[in-house]
């Protein structure tokens, strides 16, 4: 079982950038391939970003390809998300999630472990 505590969000301009972050507990951190995914309000949850388990292989949703990057560093326990040229659109709550199964699953349904999820704001 893994714990998860995203951190980093807040008020970004339009055009800025901001980095999320997501602590796992848990000595098997390195056996989950990791995923982030957004709500906005109104809407369902949504994929943006997996990274396997040696991050060697990710996977974007097309709105945040060539302006989002994910990372992981399996000797901290941490997924990052590192979000550039940001747009109003992607305003939402960011959660981190850690699936057991192999894959850069895109599905909500093969995550098995959330964190709280932390809100990010886009302003115009």
């Known amino acids: 079982q893994v714990q998860l505590v995203e951190s980093g969000g807040g008020l970004v301009q339009a055009g800025g950038s901001r980095r999320l972050s997501c602590a796992a507990s848990g000595r098997t951190f390195g056996d989950y391939v990791m995923g982030w995914f957004r709500q906005a309000p109104g809407k369902e949850r949504e994929f943006v970003a997996a990274i396997g388990t040696s991050s060697s292989t990710t996977r974007y949703a097309d709105f945040v390809k060539g302006r989002f990057t994910i990372s992981r560093d399996n000797a901290r326990n941490t997924v990052n998300l590192q979000m550039n040229i940001m747009k109003p659109e992607d305003t939402a709550v960011y959660y981190c999630?850690?699936?057991?199964?192999?894959?850069?699953?895109?599905?909500?349904?093969?995550?098995?472990?959330w964190g709280q999820g932390t809100q990010v704001t886009i302003s115009s």
């Open positions: 999630a850690a699936s057991r199964d192999r894959g850069l699953w895109e599905s909500v349904s093969k995550y098995a472990y």
